[in-house]
């Protein structure tokens, strides 16, 4: 990895090799710094505060080897990235302002993508983990991992199965808890439907009312000036020495027709003339018929009034137009339905609530005997390996239980509390030494017991989930001694099985790394390129010198680094 401007580093790399790395230095030298790099390559929050004060923004790239076919490979592919001879080049930039970019070979990705890869490529364990590991949630999601396809299966089957009990519960609920409200709401429909129902308006019947009322209500004044119009057409009876304007346009047309052989052009006049009367002997017929079928009924009149009135009711409740009012109530009509439905729907889905609670209980079962099952295994892996980390008498086991509740699923006779996870509350439980009572590892662990059992499961996982490489960030906390000698040796056999990063504060620990590596500042505070060295021969012989002691240059942690170093050698 190359760090530039994060935290106290100014400029550094970092060489992890293969087998055992452990990191060293004084405390607030930087070593968490190295820890934080990774856990930004790997899809990691970042934060502006981790920026170096004075730049821009910090910089980490690294180049990590993936395995060829992998999963991470082939996520990393899918995205576009592009592997060299079988690395891949990531990095990532946070600004001083908090915006975070990832690239992944050569191309730029999401954040989240980086943290898919890391759950396939490192697994990262400092002491928060080691806290996390006291939730009993956390213990159930280690113990279901451990378990593998045995718990994932059924565990998979009884989410889905949980999710849709979930749905179909709400969904009754809702109708049961609004039954009220929605009995209310299926009376106001069925009113308004039957108010519909009585006057059965015809779509456009209010605007044909509208004209039909208009003409009914000036039919005198209509015919009047029917009459005029005719008479003026076509002449008035009663006085045959009238002008009207057929005569007129009939004398026009005789005058022309007389010489329209001499000119085209009047020819065609005299045509348009004959057009004319003809266009006003059709108007002056209608006309005459419009005045002998006007109806000037009031009894007709009043019925159109009428019939307005109830239109005008029903659009002043459901709509604008009688248009809006029919299509009031077929929706009302379809909503009706459904409300009408209710107890139907109720039926149905307190059938299927009951049989999803069937099936919930089976899964459930299931799900608890695949626990159990792999709760014995993988307490007698991990209490082996306690005995390796200098807790020979030191018992592991699970409590796997389940609480009564009335309101919950039936299992093996018993009505329990179920969950998104199953039924099971699982417990992991240390005897530190022979006779003392298993007790929750929250009460019954000190920080050391604590440190070492979180190795000893991980060391577990690697022998059944394995990742390529481990980064532990001062996990070793609160151990010292012969416990820290053998957490050194344990890490070192995990690291013949995969790429070990440690933190440590502990010369014990870092005597049995592969290679040492001394994170240092400068005089200004500062880490830079020469800030993070490989440690060999004489100069690893002071770094754990100081370790030990404090004092770089003293004869006896000098004797008793050298020691160590040999007693790691000779046990590898």
Do not use: C
């Not at 983990?129 to 045995?150: E, I, V």
């Not at 039954?179 to 519909?196: H, K, S, T, Y």
């Not at 039919?219 to 057929?246: F, M, Q, R, T, Y």
């Amino acid at each position: 990895m190359r760090i530039r401007s994060l935290g106290v580093i100014d400029d550094a790399v970092v060489e992890l090799s293969p087998g055992f790395t452990a990191v060293t230095g004084e405390t607030g030298a930087g070593k968490t710094m190295v820890v934080t790099s990774l856990g930004l390559l790997l899809g990691g929050r970042a934060d502006a505060a981790l920026v170096r004060i004075g730049a821009r923004n910090a910089v980490v790239e690294g180049r990590i080897a993936v395995p060829e076919g992998s999963a991470a490979v082939v996520r990393a592919e899918e995205a576009g990235a592009e592997l060299d001879e079988g690395t891949l080049l990531v990095s990532r930039t946070v600004s001083a302002e908090g915006r975070s970019r990832a690239h992944l070979g050569g191309r730029s990705v999401p954040v989240g993508l980086l943290a898919e890869l890391a759950d396939d490529l490192v697994a990262v364990h400092g002491q928060s983990d080691q806290q996390g590991l006291l939730k009993l949630s956390r213990q159930r999601q280690a113990l279901d991992r451990y378990a593998g396809y045995a718990v994932a299966v059924p565990l998979g089957k009884y989410t889905e199965a949980y999710r849709r009990l979930r749905a179909v519960t709400a969904e009754l609920e809702e109708i049961t808890t609004r039954a009220r409200e929605r009995a209310q709401e299926a009376d106001l429909l069925r009113f308004g439907l039957e108010e519909i129902a009585a006057v059965e308006p015809r779509a456009g019947e209010d605007a044909e009312l509208a004209e039909e009322a208009g003409r009914l209500g000036h039919a005198e004044a209509l015919a009047s000036a029917a009459a005029v119009a005719h008479a003026a057409l076509a002449g008035n009876p009663e006085d045959p020495e009238g002008v009207d304007a057929g005569t007129l346009v009939a004398g026009a047309q005789r005058a022309l027709e007389a010489v329209r052989a001499h000119d085209p052009a009047l020819a065609a006049l005299t045509d348009r003339i004959g057009e004319v009367g003809i266009l006003l002997r059709d108007v002056a017929g209608e006309l005459a018929g419009y005045a002998d079928d006007l109806d000037a009924d009031p009894l007709r009149l009043a019925a159109v009034e009428e019939r307005r009135a109830a239109l005008t009711a029903l659009i002043r409740k459901y709509g604008e137009d009688v248009a809006e009012v029919l299509a009031w109530a077929e929706r009302s009509a379809a909503r009706l339905t459904d409300l009408e439905g209710d107890d139907e729907r109720i039926g149905e889905l307190t059938a299927e609530r009951d049989g999803l609670r069937n099936e919930l209980g089976a899964l459930a079962q299931e799900l608890s005997q695949a626990r159990a099952e792999a709760a014995e295994r993988f307490a007698a892996a991990v209490t082996e390996e306690l005995a390796s980390l200098a807790m020979p008498h030191a018992r592991v086991s699970f409590d796997i239980r389940q609480t009564e509740d009335p309101e919950g699923v039936e299992v093996n006779g018993r009505t329990v509390a179920y969950g998104p996870s199953g039924v099971d509350e699982v417990e992991l439980l240390l005897a530190p030494h022979p006779g003392a009572p298993p007790r929750p590892i929250a009460k019954g662990a000190s920080g050391g017991e604590l440190s070492r059992v979180m190795l000893a499961v991980e060391v577990v996982f690697a022998g059944t989930d394995p990742v390529p490489t481990y980064l532990f960030d001062e996990v070793d906390a609160g151990v010292g001694g012969k416990a820290a000698v053998e957490i050194g040796r344990r890490l070192a056999r995990l690291a013949k099985k995969a790429q070990v990063v440690v933190v440590t504060h502990l010369p014990q620990v870092a005597a049995f790394a592969d290679r040492q590596l001394l994170v240092e500042k400068t005089n200004d505070g500062s880490v830079t390129r020469s800030g993070v060295k490989v440690l060999e021969g004489e100069d690893r012989v002071r770094e754990l010198s100081r370790m030990l002691a404090g004092q770089e240059d003293s004869e006896t942690a000098r004797a008793h680094a050298e020691e160590l170093l040999a007693a790691a050698r000779a046990d590898g």
